[in-house]
């Protein structure tokens, strides 16, 4: 199995400001990882991936940092506006078909 | 490309009525999953088919089943509902056909037990 979790339930950064989300899965065996942005009355909505045969990935003003080493996995959000506040999940897999979610972190923007 | 489109998106039920959820998926997509979100628990993973086959099944009761069918389209049916049935029923469907790919979700059927 696996267990995932994340490390602030809440977190409430000012507009402008980087925002780091912070995710633990327990099995060195999972190989991908995925994070995930819920908004009210929606789904989860993908944001970035990575596998275990990198450690570090960036896309528009998300970067994802993964240390096996310690079975740690993060969420970078730079210049965090608005409408990023939501909910983040870290969902983590060593099935490709499979998912373990985090418990979420609930992200606030403060104008 | 649509994507994942569930219904209905909300249901009330009363204890012991049964409950069909419907999902259809990204264009393509094969696989589709389904996981259950409680404020308690967060997503919990139900189960997985592909090409018509249930792959994997997470540890819910035998009250919670699915199929799938030959477009892809899936179903998850509860039966004899439970006050803690009351959850958001997600489904995603992934590209997967061996390597790894993302789940993409649908906005889920809030299922409300009376």
């Known amino acids: 199995g696996e267990s995932v979790g994340l490390h602030l339930p809440t977190l409430s950064v000012q507009e402008g400001d980087n925002s780091i989300i912070n995710c633990a899965y327990s099995?060195?065996?999972?190989?991908?990882f995925i994070w995930y942005k819920q908004e009210s009355g929606k789904g989860p909505q993908f944001i970035i991936d990575?596998?275990?045969?990198?450690d570090k990935r960036q896309g528009q003003r998300v970067t994802v940092l993964l240390n096996k080493t310690v079975k740690h996995l993060s969420l970078q959000i730079a210049a965090t506006q608005p409408g990023d506040s939501a909910v983040y999940f870290c969902?983590?897999?060593?099935?490709?078909?499979?998912?373990?979610f985090g418990t979420g972190t609930s992200l606030t923007v403060i104008p | 490309k649509a994507g994942v489109t569930q219904t209905p998106r909300y249901l009330i039920k009363t204890r012991g009525q049964q409950v069909t959820l419907s999902c259809s998926p990204i264009?393509?997509?094969?696989?589709v999953s389904w996981y259950q979100q409680t404020p308690g628990q967060g997503l919990q993973f139900l189960f997985e088919?592909?090409?018509?086959?249930?792959?994997n099944k997470g540890n819910f009761p035998g009250r919670f089943s699915g199929r799938q069918f030959s477009n892809s389209r899936s179903e998850m049916n509860v039966s004899t509902l439970e006050l803690g049935d009351s959850a958001l029923y997600l489904c995603?469907?992934?590209?997967?056909?061996?390597?790894?790919?993302?789940?993409?979700f649908g906005n889920g059927t809030r299922l409300t037990v009376t």
């Open positions: 264009s393509g997509h094969r696989s």
């Open positions: 995603a469907s992934s590209s997967w056909q061996g390597g790894n790919s993302p789940l993409h």
């Open positions: 969902a983590v897999t060593n099935t490709g078909n499979q998912f373990y």
């Open positions: 088919y592909f090409s018509e086959t249930q792959r």
């Open positions: 099995n060195s065996a999972s190989d991908y």
């Open positions: 990575i596998r275990s045969n990198m």
